[in-house]
Nanobody
Framework: QLQLVESGGGLVQPGGSLRLSCAAS???????IGWFRQAPGKEREAVSC????????NYADSVKGRFTISRDNAKNTVYLQMNSLKPEDTAVYYC???????????????????WGQGTQVTVSS
């Protein structure tokens, strides 16, 4: 079973940057990892995902060109670098793991089995 812990959230001004980290309790080698977010009153949505090896990534249209997902399997950690942040990026951000031996990942909330507790990101002046 995979246990995930997010960190790195906080308050940032529009145009600023944050880097979120998702640390796993065990090896992430056989897991695709996704980042998701949920704003107040809205459904949880996919932000980005990365396959088990890190060779395939995918992004929601709303964050393409601004966010970058990466992983370090030696450290059992996945990162989400967020640049040019906008107020509409404000949400609780979650990382999630899906056991997978595929060389791709899915942007589907219901496909992920293991979830972290979330970290708050607030973009405001």
């Amino acid at each position: 079973q995979l246990q995930l812990v997010e960190s790195g959230g906080g308050l940032v001004q529009p145009g600023g940057s944050l880097r979120l980290s998702c640390a796993a309790s065990g090896s992430t080698l056989n897991y695709a990892i996704g980042w998701f977010r949920q704003a107040p009153g809205k459904e949880r949505e996919a932000v980005s995902c990365i396959d088990r090896g890190g060779g395939y990534t995918n992004y929601a249209d709303s964050v393409k060109g601004r966010f970058t997902i990466s992983r370090d399997n030696a450290k059992n950690t996945v990162y989400l670098q967020m640049n040019s942040l906008k107020p509409e990026d404000t949400a609780v951000y979650y990382c999630a793991g899906r056991r997978s031996f595929r060389t791709w990942c899915v942007m589907d909330v219901n496909s992920y089995e293991y979830w972290g507790q979330g970290t708050q990101v607030t973009v405001s002046s």
